[in-house]
Each structure stands twice: as C-alpha cells, then as structure tokens.
C-alpha cells in the first residue's frame, strides 16, 4: 500500500479541520499538510476527539508546491466536473476507482482538497495527476469537506484492509445438513408429490445465504432436535455451535 498526505488548501472551518483529522485516524492516515489554514481553536481540538496528535503534527506549509513535495503522484478532489473530452481537466475517477487504480503505486501519495467555498483552483487543478470526485445527487451535489474526505478514505482503506470474513459451512457440512432436513421431511409425513422440490427449494436459500460454520452448527442443531423431537427421542438439552457435526446426530 503506498504512502499517503492529505492536503487541505486554505480551510475555512476549523471544526471542519478537527473533523478531517478525526477521520484520518479513523482509517490510520497520519500525514497533514495544509496551505493557509483558518486558526485553529479548541474547536478543532474537540471534533478531533482522540485524532488530536494528528493535528498538533500537521505540517503548515506557505505554497503549493511545497504542500506536494516528495509525493510521486498527485491526486485533487472536486465537488464539480464538466462533461466532455475537451475538458480533460475534470475528467475525474471515483473514490473506488481511485484506489484500485494506485493501490500498488510505489512513493507518496497527496491527495488534495481545496477550500470548502469555492474548492481547488482551475491551476491548481492542472497541477494534479488524477481527480477525484463523488457522485452525489444533482440537486446538491457539494459534500460536507470532511464528509467527502472520510469516502475517499474508505475506499483507500478497504484496499489494503485485512477483513475479516466468517468461514463458510463446507461442502461435506452443507451435505448433511440437507440429509438432516431430507430426514425432518420424512418424519412429519410430508407430501410425497412435493418432497424434491421442496428439498431443492431448501437447498437454493441455503446456497443464495452461504451460511457460516456458526450458522450451519446452529441450523443443525434445530432440525436434529426437531427429527428426535417427532420421532419420539429425547434431544439434547444443550448444545453448543461450535460441536463437531458427528455431535449433532
């Protein structure tokens, strides 16, 4: 993942400012630059909530160009384009476009945004590499800075964020559970004639839902219980989701 700056040019608001940092910590951005900045008050402080180091090490520069210096690539962010080749200069990507794009750039990269009132400037956006902006609705479609900072963000974090995902019921697993609901048709005597349909039914919403481990143990557990229940066993009283399938029959 390449090195990030965010740069503010001259920002109006400082509660807007404390907003960014705070939004920079939320996504583990740590470089600062801004150009001309309005004083910073307790304001700031405050809207940063626990982003206040990020802030207090921001790096307060007097030009453009030394705001940009080291970075390799330069992106700028605007709330308005305008349609047509021949106005290359906002022809811009969006947030996910973006960072798919650069997600294996070597270097730094500054990612730019201008002031709340008017945005970048028509030079200082033929000074950028790319642009970026948010599609939002015609009828208003000017983000809050902070708002608009913390999509782009997002969508650079997500690239190289370690997720988390649950670990699916295996095929093997997903068999006998269908084999447990096959079993639980047969003893509430259901109709013959719909019994296959049913049963593909059955396992199309468990293929459309990709079930966890957590929810097949979970699953299996209610339909075991069920068939013990009708044919006359005593289930369980307890079980965990986390027993092995063979606990389960």
């Known amino acids: 993942m390449p090195a990030y700056r965010v740069v503010l040019v001259s920002p109006m608001h400082d509660g807007n400012v404390g907003a960014v940092a705070r939004a920079m910590g939320n996504f583990g951005f740590t470089e600062l630059f801004m150009l001309d900045p309005c004083p910073l008050t307790d304001e700031a402080y405050k809207r940063a909530k626990h982003a206040g180091d990020i802030l ?51 270097g730094r990269i ?9 945005g970048l400037s028509q030079e200082q956006l033929e ?33 190289g964020a370690p997720i988390q995902c649950p670990r699916p019921a295996s095929a093997e697993e997903n068999d006998m559970l269908f ?16 019994r296959e349909k049913t049963e593909v039914m059955f396992r199309r919403l468990m293929g459309r839902s990709i079930p966890t481990k957590w929810e097949y143990y979970t699953t299996m ?16 009283k307890s079980r965990s989701p986390s027993a092995g399938a063979g606990d389960l029959t």
Do not use: M, W
């Open 110 to 118: 500054a990612v730019v945004f201008g002031p709340e009132d008017l």
């Open 56 to 106: 207090r090490n921001a790096t307060i520069v007097t030009s453009f160009e030394e705001a940009l210096r080291d970075c390799s690539l330069v992106v700028g962010t605007s709330g308005i384009v305008t349609e047509g080749e021949k106005h290359f200069v906002r022809i811009p990507e969006t947030p996910r476009a973006f960072a798919e794009k650069v997600k294996d750039h070597e």
């Open 221 to 236: 557990g209610v339909l075991s219980d069920a068939v013990k229940c009708i044919s006359g066993k005593k289930p369980e």
């Open 179 to 194: 084999d447990f609901f096959h079993q639980l048709l047969e003893v509430i005597d259901y109709p013959e004639f719909r």
């Open 127 to 159: 000074r950028c590499d790319l642009l970026v902006h948010i599609p939002s609705h015609d009828d208003y479609p000017i983000l809050n800075l902070s708002h608009a900072l913390s999509i782009v963000l997002y969508e650079i974090y997500l690239t």
